[in-house]
C-alpha cells in the first residue's frame, strides 16, 4: 500500500467498528513512519485511519507474548471447559447476577 505520505506495511488483519454507525468491518493493522495504525474503510462514510501504537517496534515485542488463553480462575471461579456456559449466560438461566469486585 502506498500512501502520499511514504509506504505502509502491512502487520495484520483484523476486524474494526466503524466509529460513526458502529458497522462491522475489514481492518489492517499497518506500519508507517515507525508508528502502527489502524485503517479500516466503511462502505457508508469512507476510510478512517486511528494511531494503535506511537512505537512499531515496541508494538512487535509485545506481538511475541500474544496467545489465545484459556480464560481466568481463582478460588471461586473455576478455569471454564471449552463447550461450557460463560458466566454471563449462567447469570441467565440461575437469574443470579454477577458483579466485578473492586478492592479499594
Known sequence: MLDGHGERMLMK????LCPTCGRVLDADIVEEEGKVW???TCPVHGEYKALYWSDADMYRKFE??????R???THRRPLLQQGAQTTAASARTTGRRHCLQTST
Open 71 to 73: 480464560g481466568w480462575q
Open 13 to 16: 488483519k483484523t476486524k474494526s
Open 38 to 40: 489502524l485503517v479500516r
Open 64 to 69: 511475541e507474548y500474544e496467545r489465545i488463553g
